[in-house]
Structure formats: C-alpha cells, structure tokens
C-alpha cells in the first residue's frame, strides 16, 4: 500500500476539519505530516517554500456567484492573503499567503454566504465546471445550472465518494461551443437534442468520460449513451463508483480514471456502467462537435433575457487583486446587477446589465483592469500558478505570460484568436496540451554551470472536432527570449496563411521543420 492510501484508509479527508480548526490554536509546528495530506480535502496546500503559509482553494460551481459572494472573497484576499486571489482553470479562486490561524474565521466567512472549500483539493469529486453563460445565452441548449447544483449537492460531504483513487473532475454544460471541456475532464456531461420517434424533440445528455491532462493527455470517450435528464445523477453516480472500485490505488501516476478506461476499453466500460444503473439508455446519436477550438466569451453581448446584456473580461493569467474585486462587487450592488461569473480561460463575466448601463459599466470595468475590448491574443491566455507558491512548478509563469502577451500586443496585428497557455511544469494545471501554442517549463545549463528558465514551445492543440494534443517543435527556448519566438511565429501566421485558415490549420499545413524554423530564423535577426 503506498503510502497516500495509507493515510486515507487510517483517517478519511473529509474527517480533518475539527483538525484543522484545533491547529489553528495549537499552531503549524503542531500539524502533523499526514494530515498536511488530508487538509487537501479543505482546498489547503502548503504554499512553497512550505514554512507556514497555505494556498487555499474555494469551490464555485459553474463558476456563477452572487454580490455577497464575491465580497466574502474579496475579504478574504484582503484580510489574510495579502490582496492576492486567482481565478482557475476550473472556475475557482484560490488565495496564497494564508496561515493556519485564519482558517476558522475564512471557513465561517464562506459558509455564511453558502462557499465551501470542502472537495477543491484531494483525491475527491472537485469543482462541478459549466458554461458562464448557463441561463443567460440565447443559443445554449439547455440552462445546466440546476443539473450543476444537484450534483455538486450530492457529492459534497458524502464519505462514499471521499476516498476516490485520485483527484476527479466532472463539468455539466449546455453551450453550443462545449466552452466546460468536455474532452478533458473525467465526465464531461454535454447538453443535446434528438427526435424522438413521436416527433417531439428531448433534450438530454451526451457523456464522455476518462479525460484529463497533466504529464499524460488523454481526450475523453464518448458513450454509447443517450442520456436523459432525469438520468443524469444516476449516471453520474454509477461513473464515479466504478472509479473508486477499479481505480488503480497501488500507482498514483496511473489513478486517474483515463487510464482505467484506456486499460478496458471504452466498450468494456460502458458494460460495467450500463450493469450498474437502473434504466437501459438510449444509443446515442451522431452529433456534431464545434469546429473552433476557441471557447472564450469576452466582450458585450445580449443576454436572452430582454433589455439584459452581459460583460465578458480578460483577466490575465487569472490574477486579480483585493481592489479589483471589491470595485467589481461595488459596480453589482449599485446597478443592481445579476452574477460575476468565473470561466476556464481563468477571466470574469457580470451578468444582467440593462443596456442602457452598458457602456458606463463596460468603461468601469475597463478602467478597473478587467478588460472586455480585450486583444485576440490575451482573451485566450492561460497560466498555472508557477515557482511562486508552486511547490511543483519549476518556471514562474504568470509574470511570464504578462511580458508575452503585452509583447504580441505591441508588435503583431492578430485578427483572430491564438491561445497561449502557459505551464511551469509538466503537469498541465495551465492547459497547455490543448494550446495553440503550448509552453511547458523546463531547465536549461548555461556554460558557466548554472541554470537558466525555459520553455518546450509546442503547437497545434484543440478541442471539438478533430481534437488533438499538441506537438513539440522547438525545446528548450529560454524563458526571456519566449516574446520573440511567438512574435515571429504570428507574424509568419499573418504573411503566409491561405484564405480562411485559422492558426490550427496553418501549423497543420506546415512541417515541425518550417515551424521551427519560422521561429529560429527571424529570431536571430531580432536578437
């Protein structure tokens, strides 16, 4: 048994938080090495360089929070973590600087506006993920809001479900560009419509499961499923109890559940799920996958609800700061507006605007740092947490991807999106197997012995139809001449691409040679 069973066979996660609330009297010399570990469970990391300060992480499914909410998080960021909070790739916000005597006032904090922490960290169900439109777009399939809830309500707290072999990852969504990521999550739970043999249309759900990126990508299956509303949770149970009953508990690189159903086979798995639930599905039907991987949604936009509108904008890299926040909640609470919505590109919404506010608010925004008239090339920019609280990370990051992107702004003229995401290791918190260009952290030696950052550049990633990971075309490219490769790459894009073709066809249409040397060779003149 190695040795994180170990611990959650001795004490269960979700069984740490009285814990939790005694160290923050008795202080962090007092915790112990394994519950370090089952503080997971509550959104709590140690934070590098692991001396006494905590990341914490808050769940917000679907990424959809009220006024009180978001000033909860503001309070928080700016009582106990030093104004800093960050938007993630699963639609949280996660604090750094956080001791161990702040968490009983946090943990009262949230609960009073209904967040919780339970289940952001740990080998657990996590965050539900969903569209930021949910409810508000006027082309969704379905409002998967209440479908979102009803899962996350189930799950949480529930010790069938608190010993998974691995950390696990689910989204429920409705909008027509699969803007939650389906491909990449454990579920990922589409919203569709058929015909049935009546006439009469249904709208139900398309499922896929074994997602996940980190070292080793895999793209989701779908099943052979038509599944109905009313279906759903039972679905969702029967996938998560063949995960924890089959998953591999003796090698943690190999726990996730891609790798049980790349080990049975998808029709195998469908067997196992189809034994375990209480109907026989429908088989599914062949439908269509958006042809555009870019799933952002940024800028002004009518809401389906009339006289409404809603404010997508770029935070980049997901960070944000106290002042911000507060201004956002400040701007909600005045006029009256609906939700601030978090997303996957790591950015913000505020729904429910009447369109005679737009504009002033739009502006508001803008002038706060939350940029809607955001350029092509930072509303689709992504960035993990990197060497400055990541005990994994190897590269800082989001410094990074601020020189880059402000760089591409000023010195090439993109008329359609190309996604930069970022990563300061290998395991893909920023995404970046699915990038346009992709950027994976590494070491290079210099001549006098020491090390330099850099990055691995690779190209080509996508979601929808035929989705792919990216590939590899030039290593070890140090981390301060990064600007100049993609400023030379794009502008190669802009001058040779042929007629509607957008970045994913043009790397498809070139040789791994002619794209590095696209980089390397106006490179050298820049330098």
Known sequence: MNQSERIKLEK??????????????????????????????????????????????????????????????????????????????????????????????????????????????????????????????????????PFIQQIQHYFLDNKEFSNLPRKYKTSIAGCPSHCSQPEINDIGATAVKRIRPSGLEEIGFQVRVGGGLSARPFLAKRLNMFISQEQLLDVFIAITTIFRDFGNRENRKKARLKFLVDEWGVERFEEELKSRLPFRPDQAEEWPEPTKSFRDHIGIHPQKQEGLNWIGSAVLGGRLNSAQLYKVVALMEENNLGLLRTTNQQNLLVTDIPTA???????????????????????????????????????????????????????????????????????????????????????????????????????????????????????????EDLKFAIEALLTEFIGRRDSEEDFSDFVDRHSDEDLAGFMKNAFEVAL
């Open 357 to 479: 506010k737009v504009d002033s608010i739009a502006k508001q925004l803008q002038t706060n740092q939350l940029i809607n008239a955001a350029s092509f090339v930072r509303r689709g920019s992504v960035a993990c947490t990197g060497t400055e609280f990541c005990n994994l990370a190897i590269t800082e990051t989001k410094k990074l991807l601020t020189e880059i992107v402000e760089h591409i702004e000023g010195s090439v003229q993109l008329d359609e999106p190309v996604r930069i995401n970022l990563n300061g290791c290998p395991n893909s918190c920023g995404q970046h197997h699915v990038g346009d260009i992709g950027l994976q952290g590494c070491l290079v030696k210099n001549p006098d012995g020491t090390s330099s950052e850099a990055y691995d550049i690779s190209l080509g990633g996508r979601l929808g139809a035929n989705a792919r990971f990216v590939k590899p075309i030039w290593r070890r490219v140090k981390a």
């Open 12 to 145: 269960d996660g979700l069984d740490v938080f009285e814990d939790i609330l005694n160290y923050a009297n008795a202080g962090f010399e007092a915790i112990s090495e394994d519950d370090f570990t089952r503080m997971r469970w509550y959104g709590i990391y140690q934070q590098k360089p692991n001396v006494g300060h905590f990341m914490l992480r808050v769940k917000v499914p679907g990424g959809a929070l009220s006024a009180s909410q978001a000033k909860a998080i503001a309070d928080i960021s700016h009582l106990y973590g030093r104004d800093i909070v960050d938007v993630t790739t699963r639609q949280n916000f996660q604090f750094h600087w956080i001791e161990i005597q702040n968490f009983p006032d946090i943990f009262d904090r949230l609960n009073r506006v209904g967040l919780t922490t339970q289940g952001a960290c740990g080998d657990i169900f996590r965050n539900v993920t969903g569209c930021p439109l949910a409810g508000i777009d006027p082309a969704e399939v379905l409002d998967c809001s």
